[in-house]
Every structure is written in C-alpha cells, then in structure tokens.
C-alpha cells in the first residue's frame, strides 16, 4: 500500500471528531432557537389554549385578543391570530367585533393574494351570520375564481337555500358537483321546491317539467312522485296519479304512508274505493312499520260498515303493536266497548296519547333532531331527506 492510499483510509478516522463536533453545535444552534421562539410567545396564548380545551369560551376570547393588542399589529406574526380571534368571535355571535377584526386585516397592505381571499371569506361568513345576508353574497360571490372558490360555493348554497332561491342553488350545486360528492339528492329536492311553488300556483305543466327533471337527477327521489301524484290528482288524471304514487314503492317504501289517502282518493275518483283499500291494506301487511291503520280504518267504514273495518285495525296492529297503532286501536273500541268500561278506556287512550306527544316522534337520521313535523329539510343540521318517513318511538 502506498501513501497516498494510506492516508485516504485514514483521513475519515481524523474527520469524524469533527463532525461530532458540527453535529453538536448544530443541535445546540437549533435548540436555542427554539427555546427562544418559545420564549417569544405570549403567556396568554397558552391561556387562551387553555380554555378553549376546558370549553371556556369566554375566556379564551379575553386572554386571545389581549394577545392580539400586545402584539400592537397584523403583521406576519399575529395574522393567524387575528382570523383565530375573528373565529371565536363569530362562534360566539359578537358578529360586530368578528366584522371590525376581518374589516381591519383586510385594509392592511400585506394582506394579498391568497391571504386577502381568507380574510375576505371570513368576512362573508360574519355577514351571513349577523344576518346581513345580501352583504355576505356579495363578498362570496366576488371569491369565486380565487383560492376559496370551493369553500365560499358552499357557503353561498346555504345561503340561497335560505332565502329558497332554487334556481342559483341548482346552479352553483351543480358546479360544485365532483366525483367524490354529486349532490345529486340536494338537486333532485331543489327541483321538487319549484315543483311545489309551481303546484301551487297550478301551473301544471311547468310542475312537471320540474319533477321529471328531479328524477332525471335521482330517480330515487320520492318526493318527486309524490308531487307528480299531486298533479295528477288536481287535474283528474286519477290513474296517472295511481302509477305516481305506486312508484314510490319500488323507490322507498317508508314513503308510501305520506301518500297513503291521497292514493285512496284517486282510486275514489276512479269509482274503484274497495281497490284502493285494499291496496292500502296490502301495503300495510307487506309493511308493518307504515302508519296506515288512521287512513283504513276511517275509509274502511263507509265501505265494509264499523265491525268489518274493526276487525282490519286490529289485525294491522298485531302485526306491529305501536303507541300510535295502541292510540288509534283504543279510539276504534271506544265505539263498541261496553259502557261499564268507556270510562277507563278514555282513561287509556288519554294516557297513551300523552305519552305519543313525548315520544312518538319523526327524527332526523342525520342530527337525531326530532318533531311533531315532517320535514324534507332538517331544520337543524340542514341535511335533505334525513327525516324518517314514519313516527318512530324515540
């Protein structure tokens, strides 16, 4: 070996001491960083840390923005703190001091670019929040081909479902529309809200176009059938109405005890009553959970006389016994039951109704909000078609 080679083998064993060295100093470099970074930040921040953990709202609103004051500026450092403070501020709904924090960042001159779009979105959200509706879109709508594009869309969904403006939520839901999420059942409602306005004002055909569009988007929509029963049914096309509303058992049939009389009626304007009880009496067999037993039972009487149609409802409520099924069973009795014993029977059906008004109920699937009312669109968490279609036992 000679001594060049020699002293290349060598070299690293010389080296490594000081790369030891550079290694430790680089570390002790680092950690003084650090611990001076940490050194820098306010005590209060970690307060207000603090009791956003324990729930005190409060508190970290007071111990945050006398950061913020401390700090004297928006700068690079407290930006993030500011749109955190704006945060709880609006959580809180003290609209007024969110609007005047983001209004501020906003007028700063280092706030460009992508930062001025998430200030600006926070300010939209203020406005929608303290109920200045019309300011709100204003913004959002001016965020639309920047950084919150996405996020402000949705903002403004909500917003246009407020004010029940269906065509811009059509629109801007079918934008936002992706493989992940096609909002596909949120489409198929709107275009069942203008069905709806449309029935009203009995413009018949445009009603139609609306529904038939609905199911083009989610043929499973119930809701669109139902209508379109409805519109049939107005203008006396009894059958278009029958196949209507006898779809709705292929697309859910929980949905069939929301149209269980308006089915009986048209089978009526046909002259075929008899058939449209049994049809009901069909569905209520094949599906037990339906509330059907109110509607048969009174459209039975006419029909197959009181003792017949007796017999019907409580035959349904064995096969399900339910508060609702129980109550409406005791009032049935109420009219053949020996006098000796009406009182207690009353008593009964008194006791059992109270109890329905407490715990009969239809429910949000979504939320778990619950009502005395049916709804397509949850009042609480504002999700569609999340309300079971029948009073459960909560």
Known sequence: MDSNDFWMWLAPVFLLPVFFAMGWFAARVDMRAVLKQAKAIPEGFYKSLDALAEHKSAVAVRELAEVVDQQNDARQSTYELHLTLGKLYRQRGENDKAIALHQSLLELPETIAERRDTVAFELGQDYQAAGLVDRAEQILVGLLDGSKARQARQILLNIYQQDRDWEKAIKLAEELSTGDQTYQFEIAQFYCELAQLALYHSEYNKAREYIFQALAVNRKCCRANMILGDVELKQHNYQAAIDAYSAIEKQNYEYL??????????????????????????????????????????????????????????????????????????????????????????????????????????????????????????????????????????
């Open 257 to 394: 005890s929301q149209v269980g009389e308006r089915l009986y009626d048209a089978y009526d304007g046909l002259h075929k009553a008899a058939d449209g009880i049994e049809v009901l009496i069909g569905f209520a067999q094949t599906f037990p959970q339906l509330d059907l037993s109110g509607v048969i039972y009174e459209k039975s009487v006419p029909i197959y006389g009181e003792d017949k149609a007796t017999e019907i409802v409580i035959d349904l409520v064995r096969r399900k016994p339910t508060l609702t099924g129980t109550y409406r069973l005791l009032g049935v009795l109420q009219n053949s039951i020996n006098p000796k014993w009406k009182a207690e029977v009353d008593m009964m059906r008194s006791v059992v109704g109270m109890q329905m008004q407490k715990s009969v109920m239809y429910r949000c699937r979504h939320c778990h909000f619950k009502s005395q009312v049916f709804f397509w669109h949850c009042p609480a968490c504002n999700k569609w078609e999340t309300f079971t279609p029948n009073r459960i036992d909560i």
